[in-house]
């Protein structure tokens, strides 16, 4: 039974015993005492709006990391790890169930743990880097992976994102972990035993290991990968422990044993110490990485730790985790979906990761993943835009443009290092996933208002994505069948180019915000190119099924054509997935489908059709299209992002009260915070900011505008503190699981009829106060000013239908 709550405004937070002043910092450059004794908690300069703490009771209780690990090749339920780390931290830590290598690094039906390890996975599908696991074990030695792993169950089995505590049952031993960015304490509580080790696996394609008995320390490297490296990739670690050695082994390639020796160097080499201990013993271990060098891994675990207790690191790493999300204070709704609330919440603050460290001056510095070398700035990682654009990065400028800002100049020093913008960086550019989305990203941010990086090399960067073809380091970066898009308007379905129409509609959407940000910036020419291009949706837009379909060289459609076949000249869905990917010109969409009551009725075809589908394509049905099968909302396909922004598009028709109910089915239906909490793959964030923005009442159907589009709140009662220190109250008194529908809605207690939101008017804060009905109130909203922006309308102009299709000029080779 779900329950009610009141989250009280006059709670008090006994563990939080540091001063606001001390966690509103300074930047580590200028006050490095204050990085000495908070570690990692002021690196760098946190945003400038603190929220109540001391009136916001412990949020951090809330957050299940385990929401979404019940996930399989076959099926994802989120395709997550319980990623133990701070926000955006360089390293997380996780426990491992699967063997080294397996992107599923935790399957939560597993029943045994071979380590934990710290990570640098953003997704199952790239795999980690620079990866290495401890695990404690008693009695005889084991070592090798699959031979020491040991049962464990959940039920003796605490995750929270600052700390990690799991009993490893075949050895009587409690291993712990609690995070900093850079570092983490290990605590290993052991039963009374003449044979207890502490094994260091430094993971296979190249590893050292040296064992410094008289400091009690161990050094080495990993550098196992999946791409996307230098050729001197190595992540360095150091740890330090509070026991002596009375043993001191390491392992070679193959596991072979070398007793007594104290370092061992080659594809796949481990450590291993032990000693004695007494009944309840706690050993800990501090330990750091660096991708810089030995010596500034030595730096960080100083900087990070230094003499702090493994409680205090703790303590420090549950401060920051409540400041965040107290950025966002539930004060009142159901118990069981605030908890879905902030564990969401939590997803969206872990990508991308932060690839920089502070030398030894405290200048921020980073090793670059595109040429290795070590330089000053900015870098981030782990992030597919194809992902993020939608909902991850608007937060981020309506929460965290200072964060926002730094990736920015991030994505400065990526195109300056490699010659490209990133689309999937993880570390440097991977091969996966189409688009031209790091545009959109450059482009909001700028149009939301942020100015502290240097827009003028990213829009070149951006502009050089839609002018080069020639020298693209992988195929993800840049844009693929350029020469035709440019020339033709879409990309051929027969020239050799999969998924095609994909990367039409998504570079579209691309040239719309350069259109918008080269007019920003008074680049008129271009702007004007821009904007034509944009346009280019209509080209496949089907004039006799109404769908977006393929498009040949010579300027037929694709045939035979089956809407309901997945990939094809379609990414991870199907023509009724993508052809809602016109997220700038609904309005002319509409139109070119043949107006409004078609529109509508095509989007109702979606959700009242059984799920049907054409595998085809992939020769067997990926889980992709088996999310969307089992959930029984029909070809609605809310566990993969091409769809995610299509019940939002109710808004611009005569019907908005159908978004308002069916968001509400998706949010109680497809979330909770559980193993099995998500709907398909979680994807650094995107499928979880997707219920954050939701379960507030709106959501950025276009970036590169100024507009939010109405939802249905979720709860009672929300205040958002936002980055100018500012708040936005949001209520909805009597909000239930039966009351979707808004009748009257309010702005500054001034009725407001629009179904959209100003960011500016929102980001200065204010009052929404909806009025909540279990009928829809059908006069609503209903004006034409009332309906988000659209290209065509905001420009009054129509854009040409869809017609039967003509010979285009013959493409560039």
């Given at each position: 039974?779900?329950k009610?709550?009141l ?14 002043s001390?966690l509103?910092?300074?930047?580590s450059a200028?006050n ?9 908690a002021?690196a760098?300069?946190?945003v ?8 916001t009771?412990d ?9 979404g690990?019940?996930s ?17 931290g ?18 939560y039906d597993?029943?045994k ?30 070592f ?16 929270k994102?600052?700390?990690?505590s799991?009993?490893l049952?075949?050895?009587?031993v ?26 260091l ?8 290991v ?6 009690r320390?161990?050094?080495g ?17 150091v740890?330090e422990?509070?026991k002596d050695?009375?043993?001191s082994?390491?392992w070679?390639d193959?596991w ?17 110490i032990?000693?004695?201990?007494e009944?309840?013993e ?12 030995e010596?500034?891994?030595e730096?960080?675990?100083?900087r990070e ?10 303590q ?10 107290a ?16 564990s ?22 980073h ?11 900015y ?5 597919g ?5 939608r909902?991850?990065f608007?937060?981020?400028?309506l ?11 991030g ?9 490209w913008?990133?689309?999937w960086a993880?570390?440097?550019?991977r ?7 790091s ?21 070149q ?29 879409y990309?051929p379905?027969?020239?050799?180019i999969?998924?095609n129409?994909?990367?039409t509609?998504e570079y ?10 080269a ?5 008129t ?14 080209k496949?837009?089907?004039p006799?099924?109404?769908w977006?379909?393929?498009?040949n060289k ?8 089956n ?7 379609f990414?991870?869905?199907n023509?009724l997935?993508?052809?809602w990917s ?10 070119a489908?043949?107006?409004e009551?078609?529109?509508l009725?095509?989007?109702?075809e ?10 085809s394509?992939y ?16 070809n ?10 299509m019940?939002y598009?109710y808004?611009y ?9 069916r ?16 709907s398909g ?14 379960a507030?009442?709106?959501y950025p159907?276009?970036?590169g ?8 709140p979720l709860?009672e009662?929300?205040k958002?503190?936002?980055p ?5 109250q ?8 039966k ?15 629009k179904?959209?939101f100003?960011?500016h ?7 929404l106060d909806f009025?909540?009905?279990?009928t ?29 299709p ?5 493409a560039?080779?």
């Amino acid at each position: 039974m779900r329950k009610k709550i009141l989250l009280n405004s006059t709670a008090l937070l006994a563990t939080l015993t540091l001063s606001l002043s001390v966690l509103s910092g300074c930047d580590s450059a200028k006050n490095s005492n204050a990085a000495n004794n908070l570690g990692s908690a002021t690196a760098e300069k946190p945003v400038p709006a603190t929220p109540d703490l001391v009136n916001t009771p412990d949020l951090v209780q809330h957050v299940n990391p385990l929401m979404g690990t019940d996930s399989s090749f076959e099926l994802s339920y989120g395709n997550t790890y319980p990623a133990i780390a701070l926000p955006w931290g360089m390293n997380f830590w996780a426990p491992m169930t699967a063997p080294m290598g397996d992107g599923w690094t935790y399957k939560y039906d597993d029943h045994k743990i071979r380590g934990i390890k710290q990570t640098h996975q953003p997704s199952p599908w790239l795999n980690d880097y620079g990866a290495f696991s401890l695990m404690a074990v008693t009695g005889k030695l084991k070592f090798q992976q699959d031979e020491r792993a040991s049962w464990f169950s959940h039920k003796a089995e605490s995750a929270k994102p600052h700390h990690y505590s799991v009993y490893l049952a075949d050895y009587d031993v409690t291993a712990e972990v609690t995070p900093t960015e850079r570092a983490a304490q290990f605590r290993f509580t052991f039963p009374k035993t003449e044979q207890a080790y502490l094994i260091l696996d430094a993971f296979d394609k190249g590893s050292k290991v040296k064992i410094l008995p008289k400091q009690r320390k161990i050094i080495g490297y990993a550098r196992n990968n999946h791409g996307g490296v230098p050729a001197n990739f190595h992540n360095y670690f150091v740890l330090e422990f509070d026991k002596d050695f009375t043993v001191s082994h390491s392992w070679h390639d193959g596991w072979k044993l070398q007793p007594n020796q104290l370092e061992s160097e080659g594809q796949h080499v481990g450590a291993i110490i032990g000693f004695a201990t007494e009944k309840g013993e706690q050993v800990h271990v501090k330990v750091a990485s660096s991708f810089i060098s030995e010596a500034q891994a030595e730096l960080n675990l100083q900087r990070e730790i230094g003499a702090d207790s493994f409680a205090q690191t703790q303590q420090k790493a549950h401060q920051i985790w409540q400041q965040q999300l107290a950025r966002i204070d539930i004060q009142q709704g159901d118990l069981d979906q605030i908890r879905t609330f902030y564990s969401s919440l939590y997803r969206v603050l872990l990508f991308p990761r932060k690839f920089y460290e502070f030398d030894s001056t405290n200048q921020i510095v980073h090793y670059s993943p595109y040429n290795g070398e070590v330089l000053p700035g900015y870098m981030f990682t782990d992030n597919g835009f194809w992902d993020t654009f939608r909902a991850v990065f608007p937060f981020f400028n309506l929460m965290y443009p200072e964060l926002n800002g730094q990736i920015m100049q991030g994505l400065v020093n990526t195109y300056k290092e490699s010659g490209w913008l990133p689309e999937w960086a993880s570390p440097g550019h991977r091969g996966v996933m189409i688009g031209s989305n790091s545009a959109i990203n450059i482009a909001d941010a700028y149009l939301k208002g942020g100015r502290d990086f240097d827009i003028e090399t990213l829009y070149q960067a951006a502009k050089k994505n839609a002018e080069v073809e020639q020298g693209r380091p992988v195929s993800s970066v840049g844009r693929e069948g350029l020469s035709y898009y440019n020339s033709l308007g879409y990309v051929p379905y027969d020239v050799g180019i999969h998924e095609n129409a994909a990367r039409t509609l998504e570079y579209a959407f691309a040239d719309f915000n350069l259109y918008q940000l080269a007019s920003k910036l008074g680049k008129t020419e271009d702007a004007a190119v821009f904007a034509q291009r944009s346009q280019n949706y209509l080209k496949l837009l089907d004039p006799e099924t109404k769908w977006m379909r393929g498009r040949n060289k010579d300027g037929s459609f694709q045939s035979p054509f089956n809407p309901l076949k997945w990939g094809d000249a379609f990414t991870e869905g199907n023509s009724l997935h993508y052809s809602w990917s016109v997220f700038h010109d609904i309005a002319g969409l509409q139109q070119a489908m043949g107006g409004e009551d078609i529109f509508l009725n095509k989007l109702n075809e979606v959700f009242e059709m059984p799920p049907t589908f054409d595998d085809s394509y992939y020769g067997f049905t990926i889980h992709e299209i088996r999310e969307m099968q089992v959930v029984n909302m029909g070809n609605y396909a809310h566990g993969n992002q091409p769809i995610q922004h299509m019940i939002y598009l109710y808004n611009y028709t005569s019907e908005p009260w159908q978004a308002q109910a069916r968001l509400r089915d998706v949010m109680t239906k497809l979330y909770s915070a559980t193993p099995d909490g998500y709907s398909g793959d979680e994807d650094n964030g995107q499928t979880s900011a997707w219920y954050v923005f939701s379960a507030l009442g709106f959501y950025p159907v276009t970036p590169g505008t100024d507009q939010y589009v109405l939802g249905s709140p979720l709860f009672e009662k929300v205040k958002l503190t936002l980055p100018n220190g500012k708040t936005l109250q949001i209520n909805a008194p009597g909000n239930s699981a039966k009351t979707p529908y808004i009748q009257a809605l309010s702005w500054q207690q001034q009725t407001y009829p629009k179904n959209w939101f100003s960011h500016h008017e929102l980001s200065q804060g204010g009052q929404l106060d909806f009025q909540l009905s279990d009928t829809p109130n059908k006069q609503r909203g209903l004006a034409t000013a009332d309906r988000p922006y659209s290209m065509s309308t905001a420009n009054h102009t129509a854009p040409t239908t869809a017609t039967t299709p003509t010979t285009p000029e013959k493409a560039k080779p």
